[in-house]
């Protein structure tokens, strides 16, 4: 079964600061990555995705991941936040059967906080 | 699109109290999940279905608890009887095969259960 590691359950940063959001997953198979986005009172919505391809991803907001085979990583970056982007990240992943039938195995989320 | 739909968007009900939470997933995809958010056990897989038929229940919490999908339109999520307990934000969530696994998520339901 494929499982995600969120290290880090709170993040504080200050606005205009970088951050990183690490997520580390196990498998033994191919896989579909993803990031989701938890607003306050909101349902979760997709940021970005790693299918195939390019190692480097590019999200919406201006968040961006690398996804690194050998590490078994897929963090989650970006170079300057705003307090808008204060919400919980959620990593997660799914096996490749080469369509989608399964189903997403999420980590326990990261709430970033951002200060001004 | 008008996306994952979901009703009732709050729910206040009385312990012992049947509550059905319903679900319209996104025209033309094929697998629908249940989920349940709390502070103390984060986001939970409570059922999915792929093309209306239940696949996995594995997480649903007890008998208390059951999920229909009578057509590609539409699903519920029912508790009989609800208890505190239940208190929760329930996600619905809708999927197409040919998408790579992006799930579409629903605005939710906030069940209090007093």
């Known amino acids: 079964a494929q499982s995600v590691t969120q290290l880090d359950s709170q993040v504080p940063v200050f606005e205009e600061a970088p951050v990183e959001l690490r997520c580390n997953y196990s498998?033994?198979?191919?896989?579909?990555l993803f990031w989701y986005v938890q607003y306050p009172n909101q349902g979760l919505q997709l940021l970005l995705k790693?299918?195939?391809?390019?190692?480097l991803v590019k999200g919406i907001n201006g968040f961006e991941a690398e996804f690194n085979k050998s590490q078994t990583s897929f963090h989650l970056r970006k170079p300057s936040v705003h307090i808008s982007d204060t919400a919980e990240y959620f990593c997660?992943?799914?096996?490749?059967?080469?369509?989608?039938?399964?189903?997403?195995?999420f980590g326990k989320g990261t709430k970033l906080s951002v200060k001004p | 699109d008008a996306g994952v739909i979901q009703s009732p968007r709050h729910e206040v009900t009385e312990m012992g109290q049947e509550v059905t939470l319903r679900c319209k997933p996104i025209?033309?995809?094929?697998?629908l999940f249940w989920y349940r958010q709390t502070m103390m056990r984060g986001l939970e897989l409570l059922i999915y279905?792929?093309?209306?038929?239940?696949?996995?229940d594995s997480g649903m919490p007890e008998d208390r608890f059951s999920a229909k999908m009578p057509n590609a339109s539409f699903s519920t999520l029912k508790i009989q009887p609800s208890e505190p307990r239940d208190s929760a934000v329930y996600f619905c969530?809708?999927?197409?095969?040919?998408?790579?696994?992006?799930?579409?998520f629903g605005p939710g339901t906030r069940l209090t259960v007093l």
């Open positions: 969530a809708s999927r197409s095969f040919d998408r790579a696994g992006t799930q579409y």
């Open positions: 498998s033994s198979v191919s896989v579909y």
């Open positions: 790693y299918l195939s391809g390019s190692t």
């Open positions: 997660a992943v799914i096996r490749n059967y080469g369509g989608s039938q399964g189903k997403l195995n």
């Open positions: 025209s033309g995809h094929n697998s």
């Open positions: 279905f792929n093309n209306n038929v239940p696949i996995d």
